[in-house]
């Protein structure tokens, strides 16, 4: 069974709130100079911003955060964010998959942005939904 997919848009203003928030201020995230300069193909967005979306995903599928048992992600393509008023999006999709363990359900997850998958073995496992 596959989980409605789930979208979000990510803009620079994004990276800037998600910057202050964490404390991450690696030019990668803000200036395109800098990004070309280390051979990035522009500025990216934070990794655990990427990975703080898809839990979002997870936990509106799941009901509620604490419902998230799990959850693991490898990081494998930037989230490339134009300097424009719209951004990127990424869209996550799940599959449910059977744990064994009553209760408990796993979700293989994909994420991706422009049709390329940007995180690998993204996996949660959540209580299961009444």
Request: with cysteine; net charge negative; hydrophobic share 40%.
């Amino acid at each position: 069974m596959d989980l409605s997919p789930r979208t979000y848009r990510i803009t620079r203003a994004d990276l800037v709130r998600y910057a202050g928030a964490s404390g991450d201020f690696n030019p990668i995230h803000w200036s395109d100079r800098f990004a070309t300069k280390v051979g990035l193909p522009g500025v990216i967005a934070h990794g655990m911003f990427t990975m703080a979306l898809v839990g979002r995903a997870v936990t509106e599928w799941a009901g509620s955060p604490d419902a998230v048992v799990e959850y693991g992600v490898r990081f494998t393509r930037p989230v490339v964010v134009p300097d424009d008023d719209e951004g990127t999006e990424i869209e996550v999709t799940a599959v449910v998959r059977d744990t064994g363990e009553p209760g408990l359900t796993r979700l293989d997850l994909t994420a991706t942005c422009h049709g390329e998958k940007v995180l690998a073995q993204a996996r949660a496992v959540i209580r299961t939904p009444a």
